[in-house]
């Protein structure tokens, strides 16, 4: 494959070695907050999203800052 077929995102950090695969991270601007049976293990207003295309489209992957997780409940 020649590097000027494929269409770079702007922003997105490229795998060098294949770059089809690429993802792009994000702060949230609002209040995200994660669940295990109905209990509330994270919430911020600091949290980032991660999307991935690689071989496949992935599904977002949130990261919470530790400050903001019951660490106790993991």
């Not at 907050?33 to 980032?48: G, T, V």
């Not at 977002?60 to 400050?67: A, V």
């Amino acid at each position: 494959m020649i590097e000027s077929e494929i269409t770079m995102v702007q922003g997105a950090i490229h795998n060098t070695s294949d770059l089809r695969h690429y993802m792009t991270l994000k702060k949230i601007t609002a209040a995200v907050s994660a669940k295990a049976n109905d209990i509330q293990i994270a919430w911020s207003k600091n949290a980032l999203k991660l999307k991935e295309v690689g071989h496949d489209i992935y599904d977002p992957t949130y990261y919470f800052p530790s400050q903001d997780v019951r660490m106790d409940l993991l």
